[in-house]
């Protein structure tokens, strides 16, 4: 086989849904729709709607609402690519795993370093402002805060002793089983849109229509910049497929858990944004740290309401961490079963069936990251990573639409192939807007990735070993 040929090798969906069945590589199925809908949204609704509507709402005026419509959208056309690949593979590894099965080993590889990079970072950045919510409910509640010494990261702090203890908590609970975390993300979603209904039924008492106008005041432009940042608050609902494995029912579950979560999240976030502009305007929010409790302050005259949001923050961060952690363990374990990474880093507890070892190491380097590293232009970084994932996953069902026209689907991306190239194209519309540094990053962490694959995936590959031994 040529080198050509062997790096871009696929692996058969059989061989991969078959490894899900091999005694202590396969992750126990333990998850059904409505938890599996609840990791989506507890994975969306965080950080995103909690601080970035105001910067969105910087550049776009009251257009941020179109900008939430818009990178609704774009979301929408992957969600369905991801959607059909999902129920047509229950495995572990979300685009890492469909890329594999696509486009072959390379392109998996660059995917997984891709996602390792976006979901890793993403923890790490999202703890940061977990702690920096615990000092806003602190001083919301009792009038304290933590000092700024052990509250936040370098270089406004010296440890971030929040952020580490966020992140190792959630990792415990990931590595006691996917059960126990599922069930108590459910708890944590639940609180989270109790938050967010309450601050929706507020504003609509307290509208101002003048504060919509002008609606555009940057024009188209400005709600592209806008949709391009606040994408970021939608990041997450793919981090369902990547419990795929773990799905009681992944052909009928997955579809409606990926979907579902978006439209919830994005009905949510239009809501949200209608009111905050309603009540505040544009200038406020853009002008405040914590825009949803300054719409609620300023707008409707509620103080006390600071209380309740910074409470809300609090769980909605925590149930972001624990998902996106969960997500990127999983991802991580598949590239390790497949040889890219260490496979003995692959193992599972004997009793709770998660891959422990692999979470608490994980675990413990993202919170050092938290504590220690000041962590500038995550969004954008982030936001890079995710689009590129976007655009191979709908790569991917066209593909395979063409390589495996039979292989059964219990999901079909409707009217294709025009709606996974939309998907595409919106990912791609999304990903030119951001700046040549994210870009510059981004390339460095590519090639960095390569460089292992080189001297230590393409060596080390299970597909590889197969081949060699055939």
Request: glycine share 10%; net charge positive; charged share 10%.
């Amino acid at each position: 086989m040529g080198l050509r040929r062997r790096l871009f090798a696929t692996r058969s969906v059989d061989s991969l849904v078959a490894d899900t069945a091999v005694d202590g590589q396969s992750l126990k199925r333990a998850v059904g729709p409505v938890q599996l809908t609840a990791l989506g949204v507890g994975a969306v609704i965080g950080t995103g709607i909690f601080v970035v509507i105001g910067e969105g709402a910087a550049l776009a005026g009251p257009g941020v609402i179109l900008a939430f419509v818009l990178a609704g959208l774009a979301c929408l056309f992957s969600a369905l690519s991801y959607a059909e690949l999902a129920s047509s593979m229950p495995v572990s590894g979300s685009a890492y795993t469909y890329t594999y099965a696509t486009l072959g080993e390379l392109v998996a590889w660059i995917i997984g370093w891709d996602l390792i990079l976006e979901y890793g970072v993403a923890v790490a950045a999202i703890a940061v402002g977990w702690g920096g919510n615990v000092n806003a409910f602190l001083d919301a509640t009792l009038g304290v805060e933590l000092p700024a010494a052990i509250s936040q990261s370098p270089p406004d702090g010296r440890f971030n002793l929040p952020a580490v203890a966020v992140v190792l908590m959630i990792t415990a609970l990931l590595a006691l089983g996917v059960r126990e975390s599922a069930r108590a993300n459910l708890v944590m979603v639940v609180v989270k849109l109790a938050v967010l209904i309450f601050f929706i039924v507020v504003a609509c008492t307290a509208i101002n229509t003048g504060n919509f106008t002008p609606l555009l005041p940057q024009g188209g432009d400005g709600v592209v910049s806008a949709a391009a940042l606040i994408f970021f608050a939608f990041i997450g609902f793919d981090a369902v497929t990547t419990g795929s494995e773990e799905a009681r029912n992944p052909a009928r579950d997955l579809p409606i858990a990926i979907i579902g979560s978006l439209v919830i999240c994005t009905v949510f976030y239009v809501l949200v944004s209608i009111g905050a502009i309603g009540i505040a305007g544009a200038g406020t929010l853009a002008g405040s740290d914590a825009p949803l409790a300054a719409a609620l302050s300023d707008g409707a005259g509620i103080t006390w309401a600071a209380a309740i949001l910074a409470f809300g923050a609090l769980v909605a961060i925590t149930s972001v961490v624990l998902v996106i952690l969960y997500g990127q363990t999983r991802i991580f374990f598949s590239m390790c079963r497949d040889g890219l990474l260490p496979r003995r880093l692959a193992s599972l507890h004997p009793r709770f069936g998660t891959p422990a070892k692999l979470t608490v190491g994980l675990g413990l380097l993202i919170s050092v990251l938290a504590a220690l590293v000041p962590l500038s232009e995550i969004v954008r970084l982030t936001n890079i990573g995710t689009l590129f994932a976007f655009v191979l996953v709908n790569v991917g069902v066209l593909v395979l639409r063409r390589t495996r026209p039979d292989m059964p689907r219990p999901y079909r991306v409707p009217f294709s192939p025009v709606l996974p190239v939309l998907g595409i194209a919106f990912a791609v519309y999304l990903m030119i807007d951001l700046p040549g540094s994210t870009w510059l990053r981004f390339a460095l962490w590519l090639l960095a990735g390569i460089l292992i694959y080189a001297f230590y995936g393409y060596r080390h590959s299970r597909l590889r070993r197969q081949d060699a031994s055939s």
